[in-house]
């Protein structure tokens, strides 16, 4: 009896909900329409946290102003993303601007933000182009501790080469790139160096490394929020050994009119390093707050959401 | 190029066969992390394995905790352990030996068990001390289940000594995780295969030993397959 009973309910439940999605579905799709000359703006971000709560502060900023949004988040690598937005499968993705120009020109040699900043939008493919920069940045920076650094008068990178031994630890890539120990040899003339390859990004284990002195130098990225809590010294690249990664909207032109282009370029012009770093010390650690309402969080502070 | 013509033409530079970077210097490092970590698990299951599979005792409890030792991931337990200890040898060591007990342990059990009981009877029966018992028979006859074990142990840990290199040592996963980060995939490759060949050659090896051994547990087992 009560099997029968329940593929009964389940078969009223089924009808309800096709007879539901029916119209649903009809009205979704005039209104994509409606909103494709409207302009939704589809939003992706890469698959990693930072990225993540970039888009939507974006998302949140345009929202604000009324403008329909679409999120389409965690897509992936470069080579996945870049034809989404050629293809307008999305129309606004947070970047990097290093990053971003050693993968549309991999023979670039630009590493000053100047020289990156010029040379994006040849290399960018037609339809698509980059609004302001911020002046918050996510690069391979070089630590030391701050007790380190003050034993052996530490500032720049280059200072390192007065050191008789050095030992670093970063992601194994960086002993064959060119910010990495070759960059090191030919900028800063160091040579030499003791280097442990340690896979997770200038993560736990890199900072581990440092912090108990099995490595004098950690790269860890300038926004990792382990930097500040361990009051380590950031080398300073004064020869730009490590190239820019500013924080830019790369968007497809057509989806975006001269609102919301001035709503970014405002978010822009408001997201520092140290705001990123911060926003990624909530998503981590103890507090774990989701990238949402990190972002409007945010916003709010700054009186932009 | 084709990737197998750069994984060949991998091989062949001539940088490939020298240095601390070389195949021969990473396989000397691959195989001393493997014999290191066979021997630290073999501390905690030789005197274990004997003791369980001599009395009987405790076997529930080792059968559980190998089987729940066998499920800890050792990627993860390594980082924990690199957090804990540092960088070094020490945090591989330790996780690969973690993932090379429950092998070792079983096969040593299992051994002792499968021996025949009026064999030790009669053993015991001869005026044998249990030291005897199991050094001089229950060890010989075991053995061939003991090889099996340890022939799986060491199989596992040459495969997966690869990831000790997700923390900063050396061996033939830095190959593998080197040509991961700067997209080599001819690398990765080359990598894999002196992996895959390595493992092959001391299971070819494993396999001759338990052959033997099970010849010298029982003579009446051929050293060899007889073709008639």
Redesign the interface.
């Known amino acids: 009896m009560s099997i029968k009973r329940l593929a009964t309910v389940s078969a009223a439940a089924l009808l309800v909900l096709s007879a539901c999605s029916d119209p649903d579905d009809a009205g979704q799709e005039s209104d994509d329409a409606a909103q494709e000359s409207a302009g939704t703006i589809g939003i992706g971000s890469a698959d990693f946290p930072e990225s993540q709560i970039i888009a939507e502060i974006y998302a949140h900023a345009l929202e604000a102003e009324d403008f329909q949004v679409e999120r389409n988040f965690q897509i992936g690598a470069r080579e996945v993303y870049m034809p989404a937005l050629e293809n307008a499968e999305i129309d606004l993705m947070p970047e990097y601007t290093g990053n971003l120009l050693s993968y549309l020109d991999p023979e670039t040699t630009a590493t000053s933000a100047e020289d990156i900043e010029a040379e994006i939008p040849q290399a960018l493919p037609e339809g698509l182009e980059v609004l302001d920069t911020a002046e918050a940045q996510n690069k391979d920076s070089l630590n030391v501790t701050e007790e380190f650094a003050a034993q052996n008068d530490l500032e720049s990178i280059g200072d390192l080469a007065e050191l008789e031994q050095l030992s670093l ?1 970063a ?3 960086f ?3 060119a910010y990495g120990i070759p960059g090191m040899e030919e900028v800063y003339g160091i040579t030499d160096v003791d280097f ?5 990004g200038g993560g ?2 890199t900072l ?2 440092l912090l ?1 002195g ?2 004098d130098v950690a790269d860890i990225y300038t926004t990792t929020p382990s930097i500040e809590e361990n009051d380590l010294v950031t080398l300073e690249d004064p020869e730009d050994m490590i190239a820019a990664q500013h924080v830019v909207p790369v968007v497809r032109a057509e989806a975006m009119d001269e609102q919301a282009r001035s709503i970014l370029n405002e978010v822009s012009a408001a997201l520092t390093t140290e705001a990123l770093t911060q926003m990624n010390a909530r998503n981590s650690g103890d507090e774990v707050e989701e990238p949402a309402t990190i972002a409007q969080d945010w916003l709010e502070e700054n009186d932009l959401g | 190029m084709s990737l197998l013509e750069e994984t060949v033409a991998w091989f062949s530079e001539p940088a490939q066969w020298s240095g601390a970077t070389g195949i021969p210097w990473r396989l000397a490092q691959h195989i001393g992390y493997t014999a290191l970590a066979v021997a630290a698990a073999a501390l905690v299951a030789v005197p274990l394995g004997l003791y369980i599979g001599h009395t009987g005792r405790w076997r529930n409890l080792a059968v559980l905790s190998t089987g729940a030792l066998r499920a800890l991931p050792t990627l993860g337990l390594l980082t924990l352990l690199a957090l804990q200890l540092g960088i070094g040898l020490s945090a591989p060591i330790i996780a690969l030996a973690v993932l090379c007990v429950p092998p070792l342990l079983a096969g040593i059990y299992s051994g002792l068990e499968a021996v025949d009981p009026a064999t030790v009877d009669a053993a015991r029966a001869q005026g044998m001390t249990e030291a005897h018992v199991i050094l001089r028979v229950e060890l010989p006859l075991a053995m061939p289940l003991i090889i099996g074990g340890l022939r799986s142990a060491v199989l596992q840990v040459i495969a997966t000594a690869t990831v000790a290199a997700f923390i900063g040592v050396g061996g033939l996963g830095r190959y593998i995780i080197d040509g991961l980060a700067v997209s080599d995939t001819a690398r990765v490759l080359g990598g894999a295969v002196v992996v895959v060949i390595l493992a092959l050659v001391i299971d070819a090896l494993f396999a001759a030993a338990q052959r033997l051994s099970a010849h010298f547990a029982d003579p009446a087992t051929p050293t060899k397959e007889r073709h008639a």
Do not use: F, G, K, L
Not at chain 1, 196 to 200: A, C, L, N, Q, W
């Open positions: 630890a992601n194994p890539e002993a064959e790139r442990t390859p340690i896979s997770d736990p284990a581990q490394a108990d099995t490595v």
